[in-house]
């Protein structure tokens, strides 16, 4: 059973943009702060945007001013708009959400920057 399904990613230039999508299944319900990380080659997971039940958003610095995170709650799906995206950002996009008793991670989404 397949909990949260992410989308959106692909190859694109520098200075373009992707917009990721991550919709929680519908067995999923009390959801708290919901967020994406990303993981390139050879290095560990980090945080890339975080957002709370009540819209409060947190980013990493690398991505400050040009990637923006969003929430559906009747959707029940987290959104990451990525602007002027750089080679240094290509690399495997989770979402993650959380509940009350329970952590989840999507499959991935492979994100590639390059001319």
């Known amino acids: 059973q397949v909990q949260l399904v992410e989308s959106g990613g692909g190859l694109v230039q520098p200075g373009g943009s992707l917009r990721l999508s991550c919709a929680a299944s519908?067995?999923?319900?009390?959801?708290?702060?919901m967020g994406w990380y990303r993981q390139a080659p050879g290095l560990q997971r980090d945080v890339v945007a975080a957002?709370?039940?009540?819209?409060?958003?947190n980013y990493a610095d690398s991505v400050k001013g040009r990637f923006t995170i969003s929430r559906d709650n009747a959707k029940k799906t987290v959104y990451l708009q990525m602007n002027s995206l750089k080679p240094e950002d290509t690399a495997v996009y989770y979402c993650?959400?959380?509940?009350?008793?329970?952590?989840?991670w999507g499959q991935g989404t492979q994100v590639t920057v390059s001319s």
């Open positions: 993650k959400v959380t509940t009350p008793t329970t952590r989840y």
């Open positions: 519908r067995s999923i319900f009390s959801i708290n702060a």
């Open positions: 957002i709370t039940s009540g819209g409060i958003t």
